[in-house]
C-alpha cells in the first residue's frame, strides 16, 4: 500500500461523513479527498444493510475482511477506527448525521438498481435537515451513462461501446489523503462504532483481503518472470495468451478487489498505459475492465434486465422447471454432470469461492443450453457462492451464455463442454485437480443442441442454423 500520514486533530470546523460502500479503500478515492477538502473532519462510515445479508457467505466474509483491513489502516494511520452501524441506511444515515452535526455526506456514486433508490430516500431526508449526500466518483472506470451514441442513446452491443469507452479515457489515479487529513471516528470525538460483528463462516477458502492485498496482488501480477508458463514475461504481458487455461494462474484474480473497490480500476488503467497498452496483454486485459464497465452501464439504462431478459422476444423460450428439472439444477450445482470441465468448475467454485472466466461461461451455456433450464437459476447460485458476485456482471455475463442479452450473436451459440475441455485443458490437469474420479455423463450433448435449436425454432423466424 502506498503510504500516507493522517493525523487526528481537535475537533474544530466542518464535519463530514464519508460512507463506504463498495469503495474500502484510503487510496485513489476521490470521495475521500472531498470529504477532507478545507480542513472539514471526516468520519469513516460503514453501514452493515440487512439487505446484504441474503448474498452467500464467500461475499459477507470477504467483505468482513475487507472492512476489517480498512478499520486497521485507519488506526495505524490516524488513531481512530472506523464507525460501524447495523441497519437500514435511509434511518441510520440521516440519524447519525444530526447526532454529530455533520455538514455533509460523502460517498462514491451507486448506479445499481437498489443503491440508486436508497440514495435518492436518504438524500431527500437529508435535504429536510438542510444537509446533503455528495456523490463523488463511482466503482468504474467511466460512469455508467457517459459512453454513448452520437444521438444521446446507449449501447446494447459491447464491442462499439468499447471503442468509445477507449476515446473517451478515464481520469488519472488521485492521490493519498494527505498529512491535513482529519479523521474523527472510533475512538475519538466520543463516537463508537457497533462493530463488525461475526466474521461469517465462508464454507470455502477466501484470497486476502483489503487494500494493502489488493496492491499486491497487482504489482505481482505485473512483475517479470511471473508468467505461469514459466516464461520470462510478467503476467499482464501473458495475460492473452494464458487466461483462457485454467490449469494455471494466468489472471490477475482482482474480481473480489474490484466488487469492493479495494482497488480501482482507474489504478490498474494508469499501470497498463505506464507499462505498454498497446501490447495484446494489455489491451486484452484492459478489454476486461470495459465488460465491466458495459454491464454496468447495460443495468444502468435498463434496470429490468438484472432478472429479465434484455431481449424481450427470446423471453418465451421454453425452459424446464418443476420436480426433474430441480433435480438435474442439482446435479449440475454439485458438479456431477460427467462433463469433466464443467464439474471441475462447480466444485472450484464451492471449494474457493471463484471460478474461471472461460468455465464460468461453459457451465453456464451446459446449464440453460444442455440441461435447459432458466438463467436465472444459475445466475442465483453463482451470487451465492463466489465472493467476486457482483449484479451487472454476474446477471449480464448469464444472459450472454444463455443468447438473451448483449451479444450481436444468436441463441443458438452451444458451447460443446468436451471439445471445451480438449481446447482449453488439453493436458487434463484443470479437471484432475478438481474431479478426481469421474462420473458417467447425464445427457447426450448432441441431441440437447438439437433439442434447444429445436426450442428457439419455436419463438424465432425459423432461420435456426
Not at 89 to 101: F, K
Not at 152 to 159: I, L, R, S
Request: hydrophobic content about 35%; aromatic content about 10%.
Amino acid at each position: 500500500m502506498q503510504s500516507r500520514s493522517l493525523r487526528k486533530t481537535p475537533l474544530v470546523g466542518s464535519r463530514n461523513i464519508m460512507w463506504f460502500r463498495r469503495d474500502v479503500r484510503l487510496a485513489d478515492n476521490p470521495a475521500v479527498l472531498a470529504a477532507a477538502a478545507d480542513g472539514a473532519e471526516v468520519v469513516p462510515l460503514f453501514v452493515i444493510d440487512p439487505t446484504f445479508s441474503p448474498a452467500g457467505a464467500p461475499r459477507r466474509a470477504f467483505l468482513h475482511d475487507c472492512l476489517t483491513a480498512l478499520d486497521a489502516s485507519l488506526r495505524e494511520t490516524a488513531g481512530v477506527g472506523l464507525v460501524v452501524r447495523h441497519g437500514d441506511p435511509c434511518a441510520i444515515v440521516p440519524r447519525l448525521a444530526e447526532q454529530l452535526e455533520i455538514d455533509s455526506i460523502f460517498v462514491s456514486r451507486d448506479y445499481g438498481p437498489y443503491g440508486r433508490r436508497r440514495d435518492g430516500a436518504i438524500a431527500e431526508a437529508l435535504a429536510e435537515q438542510g444537509r446533503k449526500l455528495r456523490g463523488v466518483g463511482s466503482p468504474y472506470a467511466l460512469d455508467p451513462g457517459t459512453v454513448r451514441k452520437r444521438d444521446g442513446d446507449p449501447y446494447a452491443v459491447f464491442t462499439p461501446f468499447s471503442k468509445v469507452w477507449r476515446r473517451t479515457g478515464w481520469d488519472e489515479p488521485h492521490p493519498v489523503p494527505g498529512d491535513d487529513a482529519r479523521w474523527v471516528g472510533d475512538g475519538s470525538a466520543g463516537i463508537e462504532s457497533d462493530g463488525l460483528g461475526e466474521r461469517p463462516d465462508p464454507g470455502c477458502d477466501l484470497p486476502p483481503a483489503g487494500e494493502e492485498a489488493a496492491l499486491d496482488r497487482w504489482h505481482q501480477f505485473l512483475e517479470i518472470d511471473a508468467a505461469a508458463d514459466g516464461s520470462s514475461r510478467s503476467g499482464l504481458d501473458a495475460y492473452d495468451d494464458l487466461r483462457d487455461r485454467p490449469s494455471i494462474d494466468g489472471t490477475s484474480q482482482l474480481s473480489p478487489h474490484l466488487k469492493w473497490g479495494t482497488i480501482h480500476p482507474r489504478t490498474l488503467l494508469a499501470d497498463l498505459d505506464a507499462s505498454g497498452a498497446g501490447d495484446e496483454g494489455h489491451t486484452t486485459f484492459s478489454s476486461e475492465l470495459a465488460w465491466r464497465d458495459f454491464y454496468a452501464d447495460v443495468l444502468f439504462h435498463q434496470p429490468r434486465t438484472a432478472w429479465e431478459n434484455l431481449n424481450p422476444k427470446l423471453s418465451d423460450i421454453e425452459v424446464d422447471t418443476g420436480p426433474e428439472a430441480e433435480r438435474r439444477f442439482e446435479q449440475w450445482c454439485a458438479g456431477e454432470t460427467g462433463f469433466g470441465i464443467v464439474d471441475a468448475g462447480m466444485r472450484q467454485l464451492l471449494a474457493t469461492g471463484w471460478m474461471h472466466n472461460r468455465v464460468r461461461m461453459i457451465t453456464a451455456s451446459f446449464l440453460v443450453k444442455d440441461l435447459h433450464l432458466p438463467w436465472q437459476w444459475g445466475a442465483r447460485w453463482f451470487m451465492q457462492h463466489l465472493v467476486d458476485g457482483d449484479l451487472a456482471s454476474n446477471n449480464h455475463g448469464w444472459q450472454w451464455a444463455a443468447g438473451t442479452g448483449t451479444d450481436a450473436a444468436p441463441y443458438f451459440r452451444v458451447f460443446n463442454p468436451t471439445l471445451q475441455e480438449e481446447r482449453y485443458d488439453p493436458h487434463g490437469e484443470y479437471v484432475d485437480r478438481w474431479v478426481g474420479r469421474p462420473v458417467e455423463p447425464m445427457l447426450d450433448h448432441q441431441a440437447e443442441r438439437a433439442e434447444a435449436l429445436r426450442r428457439l425454432s419455436a419463438v424465432s423466424d425459423g432461420s435456426v442454423h
